[in-house]
């Protein structure tokens, strides 16, 4: 098991139960550390791969796999360098290479050729990447109020989310998410989980430059919170709409950036299956 402490892992514990009672966990073995997914929906659906936000784990995707689960054989996963119930084991994870290389091990691993890729955030951000670096392997991309990959982040985000990167603690993520999310009232069990996510020992995301989402030759949607405050939902989907050469963007009203995909499902879920389709 990673190293995690025991609040976490019942809080975790606690969002796995909002889950289908059908829903299997995989720890699928690859040269980075064993990976942990929660595969649910039609088995012989096409697969849809779900790559969460930071600190959020695979589990975020409660409100929105049994839905998706009914038409598609959804992989949502615990981020390797996060928190969750992916080791960190083996090779040396050290940059946005070893992320794509270890994508390609857990699609090898679940037995997937191809796949939907959808990313949330910090997954979005991931998932733009992999559709570049493995293009064959990728049918339709979306992404959620992606990070980094479009434009940059508000300054004044960074500011407020400074304190949780030097000196993490619960307290310290509680209290930016509260900021963030103001007004959309998340999941209790999850805000619990988000802020716990900020003591686990040993997480050390990696990151790198923004993708080239001009060179996407796949269709792409891009789903924005109208609030977030990670960056501005305007500028972000004009230069969507401008770069991407297959591109679908929406914005959904009143949504912030760490409250998706959890507040929203029926939106976020009908322009998914929608687009997938």
Not at 77 to 104: F, H, I, K, S, Y
Not at 197 to 226: C, F, Q, S
């Amino acid at each position: 098991m990673p190293v995690t402490l025991p609040a976490f892992d019942r809080a975790y514990d606690e969002l796995r139960a909002r889950w289908p009672e059908s829903m299997e966990e995989r720890d699928v073995a690859t040269p980075y550390g064993p990976t942990r997914v929660h595969v649910y929906g039609e088995a012989d659906g096409a697969p849809l791969v779900l790559l969460p936000g930071g600190s959020a784990t695979g589990l975020v995707w409660f409100a929105n796999a049994p839905v998706l689960g009914e038409r598609y054989r959804v992989h949502a996963v615990d981020l390797l360098g996060d928190a969750g119930r992916t080791e960190r084991r083996g090779t040396p994870l050290r940059n946005a290479n070893d992320l794509m290389a270890w994508l390609d091990a857990l699609l090898d691993g679940l037995g997937l050729a191809r796949t939907h890729l959808c990313g949330h955030s910090y997954g979005a951000w991931m998932a733009a990447r992999y559709a570049l670096h493995a293009p064959q392997r990728v049918d339709r991309l979306a992404l959620v109020d992606p990070t980094q990959v479009f434009t940059g982040f508000r300054l004044g985000y960074l500011l407020r989310a400074l304190p949780t990167l030097i000196r993490p603690s619960e307290a310290r993520a509680r209290a930016f998410l509260a900021w963030e999310t103001a007004g959309t009232h998340p999941d209790g069990t999850w805000q619990r989980l988000y802020g716990l996510a900020a003591t686990v020992p040993g997480r050390k995301p990696i990151t790198g430059a923004r993708p080239r989402t001009a060179d996407l030759r796949i269709p792409v949607l891009v789903l924005l919170a109208e609030h977030s405050r990670a960056h501005h939902a305007v500028k972000v989907a004009d230069r969507a709409r401008r770069t991407l050469v297959q591109g679908e963007v929406a914005v959904l009203p009143a949504a912030t950036h760490h409250s998706l995909p959890l507040t929203q499902p029926k939106e976020v879920n009908d322009r998914l299956m929608a687009f997938l389709a």
